[in-house]
């Protein structure tokens, strides 16, 4: 195990009881240069998570809570004009960070969204003709209700398919809730906490997660899943091979995080239902499959020898 | 269209194709309701119209039942059968809803295509089922693989029915034969045409514009003449004044015909539904399960319900044979026909000869304007008299009748032969072709010194009917055959030919055929050994084109060195030996935390086997030393069962 990565996670459930599972997720997420997105309901933990991530990992935080009346511009930045000086002033919107939370983002109407969206798959944002390079690193932790209907924009699948990977936080379990309730509070442990690295190293480990080796025999298990995606009857569409680049990114980032510099097959399984389960969906009724059956279906597919 | 419903287009012309062949035998209100039923689904894919609910769904089968009840009600054969599954099939798209239904509908056409064999065995329908086998397969792969293209789909069928051929040829050849046909059903004829047991005037006449095929015969050398094509099947003896009947009870020969210049011959009759056989005159041969009777007529054991093959030798030009059936050919009616009586005491006077009576008889029917026609005036109560007297129009049975009258009422035994003459030849196959309106019948009159000879009325009316046929022979404007020449004759004739000869081939080979093929082999179906070695010559010649084949699509896996691989293999199989199987879906390392966890005694050397076995595989670059290890630890690594 890489003790440093050992560190971070402690450090981050210390504060976000019960979650560790998620944490390390979260940061594969974040070192395979993924955005992630998280689905539950409010009250849950979301934003404490964002918040621990960045100051342990010593970045910079912004949120936006997305609504129906936001526009493009409010997450990107205006230019203003600026009577003294007599020229335009660009103001940069909250995207110009480095870890930003975008809460509720089925509100947002499709126009904001899918600013949003290509400002994550670019890493740049292009205003009134002047393109602007976004920080490194850039890290997009985006959240919806899956409860709520009225009023909301769901994401189109080609949309989701932006997302490394998409979580469900869930309840705590009971032990970890009391420790919640004797605490002292989220906001007061976050404030008591220190950084865990630097910005530089954070990019210097999503750089040495590029070179972790994926053997042959591994990406033959990879493409068997693929395949097995793409005949099984049971999937209306099967994975795309941005998924299949998504998975081993992820496969990568977490066998960094484990203290490998190669993938194994576990890595992949570790992952996978992470990666796959907002791009997949039954044949029978396009529904999203649910994860205990994913799990199953998956089963079908042997590791090769 | 959603997606339940995208191959219901796919699954009905499965459907379609499948039970087309069978048109001919549904009423006519199964085929509607097949139209009505599938056609509304096709139309209601377009539309977005509802499809039927259970309820619905339960009243139209009930009605579909009634209505076979009605139209079957006490003939539960395999026409009930078929339209049973018609009926069904025309329903199940309805409820189609699943992948197993789809499944289920295709299996049904496949079952369907399967009843064509009960319709016939010809070339056609084999072929035909090709064709249905294949879209049917084609669509089976389509709604298994839904991202494929249609066109893919049925290469690929293609292929697998390619590679189904060899074993096709196996199981056709060394799977054990029932006796009798498919599912043990007759296929008995619709309606029999042909002869019956009796004649009257006109019941030859009707089968002229019957172009129906009754044999093909094939002859060994030379064909004979048209002049002795005279294919003997019936013989009537007795004669009630209006009608000739054939004797009840018929000897069979003492011994057989002798003569000169021998015909050997192979014919192929159609199923005619009765027992006679047609056979060259004068037979003298007799087949595995036939009877020679002493008029020489050949029968079969039992009726003619598929197409029988039989190999003969015939003279046409026999010796005097025995005096059997002379006494019955004497007999006249006590009264009746008295001008004719009067002509025949004519004929009779001062002829030194039976020749004399017969030259005399055939010059009165030549020299007095007598018609050969197909439409004879009806004749009254004395109708050799009517015929010969007042209308002199008629048919060849009108010719024989009224000749074998005149020679018993001039005291020459007579009696009348039926059966066919002439024949069209095939130039493509070199064999003749029998239809049911070269349906003929002439007369046999007894003399002393050459015993029963043949004399044709007909020729002495029209020797045309003896050389070119029928539709020489009429008058113009009867005939309706031959409307198209040239080409079409040269089409039809070449597609007898290589149907004829596929239907020998492919319905000839009975289980007799197949004991004889074995047997050259030294397999003998008489004992327990045999079917016992066909049983095992079966599958393991089925085993071994498979196994061939698997280890052509799998020879890249398997001749590739990878001794990691086999290393692992085997240390997998130690481990389930112990009762540790690998699941397929788990990777070394949670497998070698399973069985640490199971087997703690195990855990140091599985851990460093797995560890071993992690670096060798996902690791990058390729250490020769570590693959010794490795294989040295598996190879030493004997887990014990607990």
Known sequence: MNEEFENIVRQISSVVRGKEAHVRLALTCLFARGHLLIEDLPGIGKTTLAKVLAKCLGLEFQRIQCTSDMLPGDILGVSIFDQNAGSFYFHPGPIFTQILLADEINRATPKTQSALLEAMEEEQVTIEGKTRGLGQPFFVIATQNPLEYAGTFPLPESQMDRFLMRIELGYPDRKAEKMILQGEGAQAALENMSHCMLKDDVLKIQEQVTHVHTSDAFLDYLQD?????????????????????????????????????????EDLQKVLLWVVGHRLRTRQDRMEIPRNKLIDLFKEVPVPV | MNDQDKYLPHIISALIIAILPHLGRLPIWIIVWCTAMWGYILISLKFQWPR?????????????????????????????????????AALKPFEISTHRDRMISLFLAYFIVITSLLQSESLSITLYMFLSVFVTTGALIRINDPMGRFKTDLRLAGIIMAQAIP????????????????????????????????LRPGSIARLVENNDIAFRAEF???????????????????????????????????????????????????????????????????????????????????????KKYY??????????????????????????????????????????????????AMMYLQDNGFVYTLQPPVLGRDPIDDFLFQSRRGYCEHYASAFAFLMRAAGVPARIVGGYLGGEVNPFGDYLIIRQSDAHVWVEVWSEEKGWIRVDPTSAVAPQRITEGVSGALLEGEFSGGLFGGWFDQ???????????????????????????????GIRMGSWKGPLTVFLLVFGSIFLITGIYVFFQLKPVAMEKDRVRICYEKFCSNLEKAGLPRPPEKGPLDFGSQVARERPDLKPAVDEIIQLYIGLRYRHGHNIDMEKRFCRLVRGFRPRKK
Not at chain 2, 238 to 253: A, M, Q, S, V
Request: hydrophobic share 40%.
């Open chain 2, 311 to 360: 190999e003969m030798t015939s003279f046409p030009s026999p010796r005097k044979g025995s005096l059997w059936g002379v006494e019955a050919a004497e007999q006249l009616p006590k009264k009746g026909n008295p001008k004719s009586r009067k002509l025949a005491a004519d004929f009779a006077e001062n002829a030194v000869s039976v020749n004399e009576i017969v030259g005399r």
């Open chain 1, 225 to 265: 899943i693929l395949h097995f995606s793409r005949s099984s009857p049971h999937f209306q569409v099967g994975l795309s091979p941005r998924a299949g680049l998504s998975l081993s990114r992820a496969s990568r980032s977490w066998a960094y995080l484990h203290g490998r510099d190669y993938t194994i097959p």
């Open chain 2, 167 to 198: 074993l096709m040829v196996i199981l056709f050849f060394l799977f054990p034969r029932i006796q009798g046909s498919i599912f043990g059903l007759s296929q008995a004829p619709a309606g029999k045409t042909g002869f019956s047991e009796w």
């Open chain 2, 52 to 88: 039927p609910n259970r309820a619905v769904r339960i009243i139209l089968s009930v009605l579909g039942l009634i209505g076979l009840l009605a139209t079957y009600s006490y003939r539960i054969g395999p026409n009930a059968y078929l339209g049973l599954l018609a009926i069904m």
């Open chain 2, 491 to 521: 089409v039809r004739f070449g597609w007898d030919a290589v149907s004829s000869s596929w239907e020998a081939w492919f319905s000839g080979y009975s289980h007799l055929e197949q004991e004889l093929l074995l047997e050259r082999f």
């Open chain 2, 220 to 306: 060994e050398k030379n064909m004979p003449p048209a002049g002795q094509l005279y294919w003997r099947g019936i013989v009537f003896h007795e004669f009630d004044g209006t009608n000739w009947h054939r004797l009840k009870r018929l000897p069979e020969i003492g011994h057989l015909p002798e003569g000169r210049k021998a015909v050997a011959y192979t014919v192929a009759l159609e199923p005619h539904g009765d027992r006679w056989l047609f056979v060259l005159d004068r037979p003298a041969s007799k087949p595995k399960w036939t009877r020679l009777h002493a008029d020489y007529t050949l029968r079969n054991m039992r009726p003619v319900n598929r």
